[in-house]
T-cell receptor, first 114, second 113 residues
Framework: GAGVSQSPRYKVAKRGQDVALRCDPI?????LFWYQQALGQGPEFLTY????????KSGLPSDRFFAERPEGSVSTLKIQRTQQEDSAVYLC????????????FGQGTRLTVV | AQSVTQLGSHVSVSEGALVLLRCNYS??????LFWYVQYPNQGLQLLLK??????LVKGINGFEAEFKKSETSFHLTKPSAHMSDAAEYFC???????????FGAGTILRVKS
């Protein structure tokens, strides 16, 4: 597709439920990033893939958060046993490998844990 | 560690007035700096970026920003605000090893008619 696509756009989960968020990056983009944006805040880095390799997961807030990109294209962010503090917009971005190049963002998935 | 500070969580200007959104950064290495705009329920759209070329960077929609190393600043300006500029603006810095972005908290721009 022309841009980064994320699904679902909105997700309501009951506390304790597992969720999976999908990201389809721009075709050919090597780098893929996940960010978490809490209400009224700027996005915060979660994790980074270069092709299928997860090179940085320092931003994942707990071991309940897991991300994968098995074939170097589509990525899934999984949150196990969701908590209310997980409520946020989860943004995916992709870019070429070059330093300083633009990251293109998807519209995000708004997760609400009730 | 890198960080970004955006002064003013809310800025209000009249239509046709100058827009000035402030951003200061902290970085131990030469930074790459970005301004993004976010409209309600939308993702982030790049306005402009600084990557060590010209210090005055021109972006889309008439916005520009000037990199000032001595002041560690990268303020965003537009000579004349338009109603359609109302949105939230984020300044971001990337590290030296790739494109991981560190964002400021954002500034909501309101344009009054």
């Amino acid at each position: 597709g022309a841009g980064v696509s994320q699904s679902p756009r909105y997700k309501v989960a009951k506390r304790g439920q597992d969720v999976a968020l999908r990201c389809d990056p721009i075709s050919g983009h090597v780098s893929l990033f996940w960010y978490q944006q809490a209400l009224g805040q700027g996005p915060e880095f979660l994790t980074y893939f270069q092709n299928e390799a997860q090179l940085d997961k320092s931003g994942l807030p707990s071991d309940r958060f897991f991300a994968e990109r098995p074939e170097g294209s589509v990525s899934t962010l999984k949150i196990q046993r969701t908590q209310q503090e997980d409520s946020a917009v989860y943004l995916c971005a992709s870019s070429r490998r070059d330093r300083g190049t633009e990251a293109f963002f998807g519209q995000g998935t708004r997760l609400t844990v009730v | 560690a890198q960080s970004v500070t955006q002064l003013g969580s809310h800025v209000s200007v009249s239509e046709g007035a100058l827009v000035l959104l402030r951003c200061n950064y902290s970085s131990s290495v030469p930074p790459y700096l970005f301004w993004y705009v976010q409209y309600p329920n939308q993702g982030l759209q790049l306005l402009l970026k600084y990557t060590s070329a010209a210090t005055l960077v021109k972006g889309i929609n008439g916005f520009e920003a000037e990199f000032k190393k001595s002041e560690t600043s990268f303020h965003l300006t537009k000579p004349s605000a338009h109603m359609s500029d109302a949105a939230e603006y984020f300044c971001a810095v990337s590290d030296s090893y790739g494109n991981k972005l560190v964002f400021g908290a954002g500034t909501i721009l309101r344009v009054k008619s």
